[in-house]
C-alpha cells in the first residue's frame, strides 16, 4: 500500500492535514514537528507510505533510505543549524515509534532542548 487512508503522516503527504513544509520532491517531504523538542526539529518521510524500518530492505530502500540521511545536514544549514544535529528513527514499540510511518527526526539548535 503506498497510501494508507488511516495513516496522519500519509494525509499530509496528501494534503488533508496542514504542515509546515520545508522541503518535498517526488519521493520526499520534509516538515517541522507539531511539539518540538529542540528549537528546529524537522520529520524527513518518505511519500510512500512505510510502516517502519523492519519493512525497509536492502534490496529495495537503499536510495530512500541514503536520501533521507543525505538530506539532514543540507536541510539543517538551510534552517540554520550550523552548530551541529541529533537524527533519530524510532522503530517499533520498544523503539517507542508513535505514528506508524517512517520518518527520521532531525534536531537542532541552540542548548537547552526540551527534550533529547
Ligand atoms: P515517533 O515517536 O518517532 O513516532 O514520532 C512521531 C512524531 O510525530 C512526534 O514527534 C510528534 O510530535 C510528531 N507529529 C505527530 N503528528 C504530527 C503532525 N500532525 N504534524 C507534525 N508532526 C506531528
Ligand atoms: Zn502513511
Redesign the pocket.
Same mark, same amino acid.
Request: aromatic share 12%; proline share 4%.
Given at each position: 500500500m503506498s497510501h494508507d487512508p488511516h495513516c /496522519?503522516?500519509c494525509k &499530509?503527504v496528501a494534503g488533508q &492535514?496542514p504542515?509546515?513544509k520545508v522541503f518535498e520532491d517526488e519521493e520526499l517531504l520534509v516538515? $517541522?514537528? /507539531?511539539?518540538?523538542?529542540a528549537p528546529v526539529?524537522l !520529520?524527513i518521510i518518505p511519500k510512500r507510505h512505510i510502516a517502519t524500518l523492519y519493512d525497509t530492505s536492502p534490496e529495495q530502500h537503499q536510495a530512500l533510505l541514503g536520501r533521507m540521511l543525505a538530506l539532514a545536514p543540507q536541510l539543517a544549514l538551510e534552517q540554520g543549524v550550523t552548530n551541529g544535529f541529533r537524527t !533519530? &528513527?524510532?522503530t517499533g514499540a520498544d523503539?517507542?515509534?508513535?505514528?506508524?510511518h517512517l $520518518?527520521m $527526526?532531525v534536531f537542532g539548535g541552540p542548548r537547552p532542548w526540551a527534550r533529547g
Open positions: /496522519i503522516f &499530509i &492535514i504542515s509546515r516538515f $517541522h514537528d /507539531i511539539h518540538p523538542w526539529h !520529520l !533519530l &528513527i524510532n523503539g517507542m515509534q508513535e505514528v506508524q $520518518h $527526526h
